[in-house]
């Protein structure tokens, strides 16, 4: 009776033992969302109009700006049907995320952009593929134009990291991912530069 129990206890701890090893954890990531988001912010960072779907930027056409009214009108009917159809769908598409921290970095990192511009135009200033700045060929520079434009980048990347952390914030994600939060945001810091 004795050796059953013990045969029991054992194969019920290996059994625990399996099971807990072949649990993973799931971090959910959702890549979407902050594709969309980084597109909104580094936009209205770098002073760039949103796209249209057509790739044209400003609408001089009148019957486009028309049509495109029409177009507004027509989605935002099915947008309200679908959203009396499904309202549990819609409330977790967070597409734009904004609080007090978020709007004050944008408008810093706005105005520090006009500064690094012609650095960027230069070569001296370059996006990694980590979502920071760096520093290019300085060569030309005096040693306090060196010093200055070091302090900005390193400003720059300061209010980067808090962004990251804020948009991560916003939209649920564990803190543990904010560097996919910036390699997603360094592809359009890359494409937003002339």
């Known amino acids: 009776m004795k050796s059953i129990r013990n045969t ?24 979407e969302k902050v ?6 912010i580094v936009s209205e960072v770098r002073g760039q109009k949103p796209e249209n ?8 056409n009148p019957k486009e700006e028309e049509s495109a009214k029409e177009k507004e009108k027509s989605s935002l009917r ?11 769908a819609w409330a977790d598409e967070v597409t734009t995320v904004s609080n007090p921290t978020i709007r004050a970095l944008k ?3 706005k ?3 006009q500064i690094m511009k012609p650095f960027y135009q230069k070569g001296m200033l370059l996006e990694g593929n980590d979502g920071y700045v760096s520093l290019g060929s300085t060569s030309g520079l005096g040693l306090k134009e060196r010093r200055d434009l ?18 991560a914030k916003a939209l649920n994600i564990d803190p543990s991912q904010v560097n996919r939060v910036a390699e ?8 937003s530069l002339p």
């Open 8 to 31: 029991l206890w054992m194969a019920t701890l290996v059994i625990t033992l399996v099971v807990w090893a072949c649990v993973t954890i799931n971090i959910y990531f959702p890549a």
């Open 35 to 40: 594709e969309s988001v980084a597109g909104e």
């Open 53 to 60: 779907q057509d790739g044209a930027k400003d609408k001089d």
């Open 78 to 88: 099915l947008d309200t049907l679908l959203a009396l159809w499904d309202s549990s």
């Open 107 to 109: 408008e810093a990192m």
């Open 111 to 113: 105005n520090r952009y």
């Open 150 to 167: 070091n302090s900005l980048v390193e400003a720059e990347n300061k209010d980067r990291g808090r962004l990251y952390l804020e948009v």
């Open 184 to 191: 997603i945001f360094a592809k359009d810091w890359q494409k």
